[in-house]
Structures are given as C-alpha cells and as structure tokens.
C-alpha cells in the first residue's frame, strides 16, 4: 500500500515537471505580442500631387494563382513618370520586362512578343496571367499606403507598418531591413501581398533610394 502510494507521487511530480516548460513556454509567447495601432486614411485633395519616392530595388518573388505563378528574380527601377520593371526566372533569363510611361505600358516577353495596354494591372493579367498591383505597390514597397484610396494601415509599438489593407489588398510587413537608409529611415525587406485568387511574396535584396 505504502509503495503504491509513493508511485503514485511520484507519477504527480513526474507529470508536473513535464507540464512546467509548456507554461513557461506559453508565457515566453504570450510575451511577444505585438502591440498594434490602427489607422485610417481616406484620400484628400492633396494627395493627387502626391507621388512615391524615386527607388531602386533587387530581389526575389514569388507568385501563386489560381491558375498561374511565378518564382525568379526582379530588378525594379521607379521614378514619379516611369517604371521599368525586369523578371528572371531562377536560372537569370528574362522572363518579361515591363515599362510605364506618359504613353502607356508595354510588356516584353522572353519570346519578344510586345503587349500594350493602359495599365500595367491589366497587362500582367492579360499576359501573364497574375494581376501585379503595380500603382499602389510603388507606395506599399516602402512601407506606405496609396494615398489616392482609402486604406487602414496598423503599427507597431515603433511605428513601422505591420500591415496594410486596400483596395481589397492586405499587405503583410513580415522583415525589415536593421540599418536605416538616409531620408528614409527603415526600409522594408519581406513582405506579402494578398488577396481572394492570389498572393505575392516579395523579398528585397538591396535598396537604392533617390536623395
């Protein structure tokens, strides 16, 4: 009896250590919450002066459709009246290479076909069978919302975005760069795009900001 007793102490004590470390585990992730502030913007008058900042940038994406996808590289040049904007698949061709300008779009394809349209959201659907949000994803790349709609934006205890939704978009901030870029503070470095028949991943190698 006295024996069956101690076992059976000893099987509480044994099963008290096991449960201690997933509390203790518990309480480390409950720690790590991040503190989050909405806010709202609607457009105003002065946002139709209003324009991205001129940038560079190099890195890799990936796309999933329904139907389509995409994984390489892209090289993206933007300035307030142009953008051109190159993919590679994995291997460093060129996939399609687009342009916008005061003209229109065009897309370039590996096979040197050329497609026109007005937008460049409408051409990539077309052609490429993804729909790349270009107009607002030249303010979402640095961490901003597209002034010219409405948008709900929600920050971090520091102030750096943590998401965005608009235009039936959310785009999750998932890294920032850790060294400040001049004139434009922290920069992002992974973030996702994502909607009902699509998500984008888009993973930033290297910055060059316009002073």
Same mark, same amino acid.
């Given at each position: 009896?006295?024996?069956?007793?101690?076992n059976n102490e000893l099987f509480v004590w044994?099963?008290?250590?096991?449960?201690?470390?997933?509390?203790?585990?518990?309480?480390?992730?409950?720690?790590?919450?991040?503190?989050?502030?909405?806010? #709202?913007?609607?457009?105003? %008058?002065?946002?139709?002066?209003?324009?991205?900042?001129?940038? /560079? *940038?190099?890195?890799? @994406? =990936?796309?999933?459709?329904?139907?389509?996808?995409?994984?390489?590289?892209?090289?993206?040049?933007?300035?307030?009246?142009?953008?051109?904007?190159?993919?590679?698949?994995?291997l460093g061709q060129t996939v399609a290479q687009?342009?916008?300008?005061?003209?229109?779009?065009?897309?370039?394809?590996?096979?040197?076909?050329?497609?026109?349209?007005?937008? #460049?959201?409408?051409?990539? %659907?077309?052609?490429?069978?993804?729909?790349?949000?270009?107009? /607002? *994803?030249?303010?979402? @790349? =640095?961490?901003?919302?597209?002034?010219?709609?409405?948008?709900?934006?929600d920050l971090d205890s520091n102030g750096r975005?943590?998401?965005?939704?608009?235009?039936?978009?959310?785009?999750?901030?998932?890294?920032?760069?850790?060294?400040?870029?001049?004139?434009?503070?922290?920069?992002?470095?992974?973030?996702?795009?994502?909607?009902?028949?699509?998500?984008?991943?888009?993973?930033?190698?290297?910055?060059?900001?316009?002073?």
């Amino acid at each position: 009896m006295v024996n069956s007793i101690r076992n059976n102490e000893l099987f509480v004590w044994k099963l008290l250590l096991c449960l201690l470390p997933m509390f203790a585990g518990c309480a480390v992730f409950e720690s790590r919450e991040v503190v989050v502030t909405t806010i #709202v913007t609607q457009p105003s %008058e002065g946002t139709v002066k209003e324009t991205a900042t001129d940038f /560079g *940038l190099i890195g890799r @994406v =990936l796309v999933k459709a329904d139907k389509h996808g995409f994984s390489g590289g892209v090289h993206w040049q933007h300035t307030d009246i142009s953008d051109e904007l190159l993919l590679f698949s994995p291997l460093g061709q060129t996939v399609a290479q687009i342009d916008r300008g005061p003209e229109g779009v065009y897309l370039i394809t590996s096979e040197q076909k050329t497609y026109y349209a007005n937008s #460049v959201e409408d051409l990539t %659907e077309d052609v490429l069978g993804w729909r790349l949000p270009l107009s /607002g *994803l030249q303010f979402w @790349v =640095l961490g901003t919302h597209f002034p010219f709609t409405m948008s709900e934006k929600d920050l971090d205890s520091n102030g750096r975005t943590v998401a965005i939704r608009q235009d039936g978009w959310k785009i999750t901030y998932l890294d920032y760069f850790s060294q400040p870029v001049p004139a434009y503070n922290i920069l992002p470095r992974v973030l996702e795009l994502s909607r009902v028949d699509l998500k984008l991943r888009l993973v930033i190698d290297n910055w060059k900001i316009k002073d």
